[in-house]
């Protein structure tokens, strides 16, 4: 016999309720759905739609949604409570929901009287897993679109940068000079005004950017994604996972994996509008936007477009910046244009079409003052996507994907070197191109029955292409030009072995995964990684959670490929002041060809509570451990003085033969910066800088999150709380003693931490949020240690909805919003340089107190 379940309705009362008008489907209304069991979600939606709809209870037993809060369509709802399952609602006409695994039918009077209306099914996307309706033992930070307008992020970029979990260096808007000094990462450099995640702060090329499952090309030369680009307005949500995940999507997933997950559909047109501005000058930002949508019975297309412009920050816009060097930028101005298209479409029951592409035109500029130059940097950046797939649903419960994605990425620089006295000015252009190229199978269903329930498997294989070259414009030459040809393989399980419905006291439910991905690279050969991971449930108030994997980085074309270059210093110039005047010395800089991929063993414990006796209350604390081998660098990162710094001793020969100076003075490129004619016998070291596996880096920290939403009379109250704590130090190189980073300058700070609270009255929102970064030590010239001030700021946003008001007061929404909101200074530091920004502005904005008021129109 079926049993369905549809709160105290039968499948005979939802025949009654046929007669419900068809163009209520469409309406928006508020939901508070709290994240619990399956089950309760789907009844909470019944009740507060006052829909009709059917479930099989045996089913979806035992099963978890994230539950829904905000203002949205019943689709848009349904949608996110089925997230992550195997499960999609079909609703017909008449309004009647349907809850059926996805591809197949359920065989109510609905079903079988309008079959030609009913929706296609929503693809499932699970972040961490390829596994459908899985849930993943990793820890994930899920941000819908609702919370991300609620707490007023204005693009993607702001919203990683609230994560405590991400790292503000690398290729980031606000990072400015000096940031690659004093302990400092290469990549903390603002080369595009774009925005990449960097997780763990073990680099922006070590924490992999999906847009719906799919790679994006790199931008630059340091082997990012600039999340940013992508247009708010097209987004359902936001997934990030903190942990290794190469076992799953390959190399990069080393830190983790950040998904943009599109709407699939979306119906009428919406105009929106923003002015905002830093109240101590700067940054005046203007932003246009349009999105459009069609759904209809077998498919939908979703397009929209965004413009904006935002002039830059310069030094002397403020008080503790005033002694830089002009013209220096502290936040760079840029303008952006970006569009993205995404449709899906059911040619049958068991075949859909799908598509995202999107194109992207950001123009930055920036500008760097010194003592008799300064330099004027303009680069362009058009980055094109484009991801077609296809899926066939068989009817024994199994899919085939068959993807392919290209993308590529263009970055045109043009540097003016300005001698001040004179005004004479350089001029060098050049473009860093990259392209990629992704050809995938893959398959997933159930494999075989347990008492527990259905194991499922995935599995899949395909053909990875990258190639990155670098432009002269002005020599009119090719300065290096590499390619990679990537095969690789995968297969993950999932293992039901104890569900709820078995009634084990002090078990509710246990959970098995395993995960392994290998790959064949042509520039390095193979490399393998496995993952396990368990999800027990001692009750249902409480999940443990726990992975242990390995991951990987391919290093990157720029590594591999870039100009071997000599130069000659004076010793004196490096910290050799132990030599004679006149002593010098020589340093090799390159690409290496015969890099390996970088290798990480990571693991993470999570414990979970979501009382039942609590709705709305979730709390979450994770141990991870990250240790990182093999790390491609640049060994001498800081050359102000390394000839003092025995950390940097097994990089320095100071007994170099005749042979080995030669081979640095016939490198490709050779430049003598000791201001001397070269004399080999006054050479009394080599610094071997090329790039080179050498480093070990160890990270381990906490992170803990938690959530309450309840009502309160008319009103409903969301708080919202996270925090991470890390330890991370590296080793240049074995034997060496380990240096920190966390806590020190232009590295993750050791204490990051985000809370605060979204009231909502009706159609009026009003969020308060508090930022926190803990200070970070700086080590002087001279060997002693200074520690920065912390920095802690509030944002707040206020929005107001018009909802279904009549005419054209209908469909409005209108935002106010401050960041840092007390204007607060950023914790400053000593330089030694007046071409150093006096704070850590991979840690700390020198923005001030930012203010936007925008307006939005659905039609």
Request: hydrophobic share 35%; proline share 5%; aromatic share 10%.
């Amino acid at each position: 016999m079926r049993t369905f379940g549809m709160g105290a309705l039968t499948t005979g009362v939802c025949v009654v309720a046929l007669a419900v008008p068809a163009q209520a489907q469409a309406q928006e209304q508020e939901y508070n759905i709290p994240a619990g069991s399956l089950r309760s979600a789907l009844d909470a939606f019944g009740r507060q739609s006052g829909k009709p709809i059917i479930y099989k209870v045996d089913e979806i037993q035992g099963l978890r949604s994230r539950g829904f809060r905000g203002t949205a369509t019943p689709q848009a709802v349904l949608d996110a409570i089925l997230a992550g399952t195997v499960f999609t609602a079909r609703i017909d006409r008449s309004g009647a929901v349907a809850i059926v695994k996805a591809g197949n039918d359920i065989d109510t009077p609905s079903s079988q009287n309008d079959s030609d209306n009913v929706g296609a099914p929503a693809e499932i996307l699970v972040t961490g897993s390829r596994i459908r309706g899985s849930q993943s033992p990793s820890p994930t930070v899920v941000f819908s679109a609702e919370q991300i307008h609620e707490e007023g992020f204005q693009d993607l970029g702001e919203l990683i940068r609230s994560v405590p979990q991400n790292f503000g260096g690398g290729q980031n808007p606000g990072v400015g000079s000096g940031a690659t000094t004093n302990g400092g990462n290469l990549v903390n450099q603002n080369l595009t005004g774009g925005s990449a995640l960097n997780l763990r702060g073990l680099g922006p090329d070590a924490t992999l950017t999906l847009l719906n499952g799919r790679r994006l090309s790199y931008t630059g030369f340091f082997q990012g994604v600039d999340i940013s680009a992508i247009p708010l307005e097209a987004v359902q949500r936001v997934d990030i996972v903190p942990d290794g995940a190469s076992a799953i999507y390959g190399s990069d997933a080393v830190g983790g994996v950040g998904n943009v997950i599109l709407k699939r559909d979306f119906s009428g047109l919406t105009v929106g509008a923003l002015y905002g501005g830093a109240t101590d000058g700067g940054l005046t930002t203007e932003e246009y936007d349009a999105t459009a949508g069609l759904r209809w019975s077998s498919g939908g297309i979703i397009a929209t477009f965004k413009h904006s412009n935002s002039d830059p920050i310069f030094t002397d816009q403020r008080d503790y910046t005033a002694d830089v060097l002009r013209p220096t930028t502290i936040y760079s101005g840029n303008d952006l244009d970006s569009g993205l298209v995404s449709a899906h479409q059911s040619l049958s029951d068991a075949v859909t079409l799908h598509v995202d592409a999107m194109h992207t035109e950001r123009n930055l500029r920036t500008n760097l003052g010194y003592p008799t130059v300064y330099y004027q940097n303009e680069n362009d950046t058009k980055t094109t996507f484009v991801a077609p797939g296809v899926e066939f649903s068989l009817k024994n419960g199994w899919r085939i994907a068959l993807d392919a994605s290209w993308s590529r990425d263009k970055v045109e620089y043009r540097q003016s070197t300005v001698t001040i006295a004179t005004g004479d000015t350089r001029i060098s252009e050049g473009c860093y191109c990259n392209e990629s190229r992704v050809y995938e199978l893959g398959v997933e269903g159930p494999l075989l029955r347990l008492p527990a329930g259905t194991a499922r498997l995935a599995a899949g294989a395909g053909y990875r292409t990258l190639d990155f070259e670098t432009l002269s414009y002005t020599r009119g030459t090719v300065v290096y030009d590499k390619h990679q040809n990537a095969k690789f393989a995968y297969a993950e399980l999932n293992l039901p072995l104890i569900s709820p419905e078995q009634a084990i006291p002090g078990l509710h439910r246990l959970t098995l995964t395993a995960a392994v991905r290998g790959e064949d690279y042509d520039t390095f050969g193979t490399v393998a990684t496995p993952k396990f991971g368990v999800i027990l449930d001692p009750s249902d108030d409480f999940t443990l959670r726990g992975t242990w994997g390995r991951s990987f980085k391919a290093p990157t074309l720029y590594q591999l490929a870039q100009t071997p270059i000599g130069y000659l210093y004076s010793a004196s110039a490096l910290g050799g002041t132990q030599f004679p005047a006149d002593a010098t010395v020589l340093m090799a800089y390159g690409g290496n060809p015969d890099l390996k991929p970088e290798r990480a063993r990571t693991w993470t414990a999570s414990l979970g509570y979501h009382p039942s006796a609590v709705p709305g209350l979730e709390a979450e604390v994770t141990y991870f451990d990250v240790n990182y081998t093999d790390r491609v660098l640049v060994p001498i990162a800081d050359l102000t003085h390394p000839l003092l710094d025995d950390t940097y001793s097994d990089f320095i020969d100071y007994a170099p033969t005749e042979a080995d100076k030669a081979a640095i003075v016939s490198r490709q490129t050779f430049y003598n910066i000791a201001g001397t004619t070269y004399d080999s016998s006054k050479v009394v070291g080599i610094l071997y800088n090329d790039y080179t596996n050498a480093a070990r880096w160890k990270a381990r920290g906490i992170d803990v999150s938690g959530s309450y939403a309840f009502q309160m009379a008319e009103s409903r109250l969301a708080l919202r709380a996270s925090l991470s704590w890390l330890d991370s130090a590296k080793q240049n190189s074995a034997g060496q003693p380990a240096i920190d980073l966390s806590g020190t300058i232009y590295n993750p700070a050791e204490w990051r931490s985000r809370a605060g609270g979204v009231w909502t009255l009706g159609g009026l929102g009003v969020s308060v949020f508090g930022n926190y970064t803990s200070s970070v030590t700086n080590v002087l010239a001279t060997g002693d240690r200074e520690e920065t001030g912390s920095f802690l700021t509030f944002d707040a946003t206020i929005r107001y909805k018009t909802g279904d008001a009549q005419g054209l007061l209908s469909g409005l929404e209108f935002t106010l919003s401050a960041q840092n909101l007390f204007d607060r200074t950023p914790p400053l530091n000593t330089v030694s340089s007046s071409i150093v920004l006096p704070y850590d502005s991979t840690n700390y904005s020198g923005v001030g107190r930012y203010v936007s008021a925008s307006i939005s129109k659905h039609f």
